[in-house]
């Protein structure tokens, strides 16, 4: 079966089926553009898709960073001179990478770990 015939039946099988194995409000707003970006793009690389970036996995990094990261970094290189520290740079590209925004998030999740160990707050800032 052809993959957009497929998706197409997935689609109708999805409207008639019981509410409880219907989308929920959150995926059921996306999916009329989800399945408009499947459609153009296909199903082959779907993991590039724009989408991907949006709903299925967090994004930290700035939108500057995204694009283009030499103008970020000829700052870092500037707060370097000027401060004469490689501390200030390096929390500068961090904040824009999402570095730390990440490792903040990962910490909560490793104090939640239910491991037999104390959770380990050292890394937190």
Sequence with gaps: MDP????????????HTDELYRATRFWGAALGDL?????????ANFRAHASVRVMYAPIYSSNQWQKNTAP???????LRFVSR?????????DDHSGM???????????????????????ALT
């Design 72 to 78: 970020l970094e000829r700052v870092a290189e500037l």
């Design 35 to 43: 399945t408009q970006e499947i459609q153009r793009e296909g199903f």
């Design 85 to 93: 520290s490689d501390r200030l740079p390096d929390l500068f590209l």
């Design 100 to 122: 730390r925004a990440a490792a903040r998030e990962y910490a909560v999740f490793r104090a939640g770990d239910p491991t037999e160990k104390a959770p380990d707050f050292s």
């Design 4 to 15: 957009q015939q497929r998706l197409k039946l997935m689609l109708d099988d999805m409207e």
